[in-house]
T-cell receptor
Framework: GEDVEQSLFLSVREGDSSVINCTYT??????LYWYKQEPGAGLQLLTY?????DMKQDQRLTVLLNKKDKHLSLRIADTQTGDSAIYFC???????????FGKGTSLLVTP | NAGVMQNPRHLVRRRGQEARLRCSPM?????VYWYRQLPEEGLKFMVYLQKENIIDESGMPKERFSAEFPKEGPSILRIQQVVRGDSAAYFC??????????????FGPGTRLTVL
């Protein structure tokens, strides 16, 4: 299948901004998602962006999409220790299709 | 409105036994997806079902694995004659019949299968 790539680790100090990056290869990707997974838990949908958008903001979260470069980023403003988790980037072609996930970025927020 | 429910949360099986994993989608959702997460890996799609129909099973291993979503009751992922390599977290997700094209999938807490 098509690839979704993410860096594996990110460490930031509490109060700083975090930026998690993702690249994908499928040019037919229609929706791109960010999920959060806390230890031992399932995945929580944080936000998603449609491929004809280049930015979406939702409170502390900002998603940027560069469709030409197939690059997606998630910025978390004022990062808190409770934001420590694994963040997964995922893409799908359309409704009713499976999600294709990256391996996840482990975010560690230090006091 | 209860979320996606999966049981059991943890399942231990010996090699050669059968594993049955259950998933109850969110109320009003008619689409179910199963994913597998190996240690330190992302989730990999296995199968997509609607009531009484398998829509896409392109991610299912060809042998020993099967899935169903009957008219009544939960979706079942069945693994026969388990091997150590089947040890993983198995996640179920559901989505409504029409989610406006966003394919927003809601995930359950997962079943962690350990094969001894």
């Amino acid at each position: 299948g098509e690839d979704v790539e993410q860096s594996l680790f990110l460490s930031v100090r509490e109060g700083d901004s975090s930026v998690i990056n993702c690249t994908y290869t499928d040019s037919s990707s229609t929706y791109l998602y960010w999920y959060k997974q806390e230890p031992g838990a399932g995945l929580q949908l944080l936000t998603y962006i449609f491929s004809n958008m280049d930015m979406k903001q939702d409170q502390r979260l900002t998603v940027l999409l560069n469709k030409k470069d197939k690059h997606l980023s998630l910025r978390i403003a004022d990062t808190q220790t409770g934001d420590s988790a694994i963040y997964f980037c995922a893409e799908s072609r359309n409704s009713g299709y499976a999600l294709n996930f990256g391996k996840g970025t482990s975010l560690l927020v230090t006091p | 409105n209860a979320g996606v429910m999966q049981n059991p949360r943890h399942l231990v099986r010996r090699r050669g036994q059968e594993a049955r994993l259950r998933c109850s989608p969110m109320k009003g959702h008619s689409h179910v997806y199963w994913y597998r997460q190996l240690p330190e890996e992302g989730l990999k799609f296995m199968v997509y079902l609607q009531k009484e129909n398998i829509i896409d099973e392109s991610g299912m291993p060809k042998e020993r694995f099967s899935a169903e979503f009957p008219k009544e009751g939960p979706s079942i992922l069945r693994i026969q004659q388990v091997v150590r390599g089947d040890s993983a977290a198995y996640f179920c997700a559901s989505s409504p019949q029409s989610s406006g094209g966003s394919n927003e999938q809601f995930f359950g807490p997962g079943t962690r299968l350990t094969v001894l």
